[in-house]
């Protein structure tokens, strides 16, 4: 199952599902983006069953055109 949406202001919401019938177990999946056009900035967070939260905060096309600078990180609640 997989569901993309965009609001009228440009933040992206992007909702993946899937279950492995053989395990039983059931993942799950939510993105969200927002691009600030006039800076080449794109602010990325995604967030799992898995409980994990991802985050990436990229530049591209500002200091050098084709240069894509970005800054990622996770967080794990569980593990710390």
């Known amino acids: 199952l997989d569901l993309k949406t965009k609001t009228s202001s440009g933040i992206e919401f992007n909702t993946a599902g899937h ?9 799950g999946s939510l993105e969200t983006k927002y691009k600030v ?19 990436e905060v990229a530049v591209q096309d500002q200091l050098l055109e084709g240069l894509k600078l970005s800054l990622e990180g996770n967080f794990a609640p569980q593990s710390g």
């Not at 279950?19 to 993942?27: A, C, D, H, L, R």
């Not at 080449?40 to 994990?52: C, I, P």
């Open 19 to 27: 279950s492995n019938q053989e395990s039983g177990k059931v993942f």
């Open 37 to 55: 056009k006039d800076y080449g900035l794109t602010l990325t967070e995604k967030w799992n069953t898995d409980n994990t939260l991802f985050t």
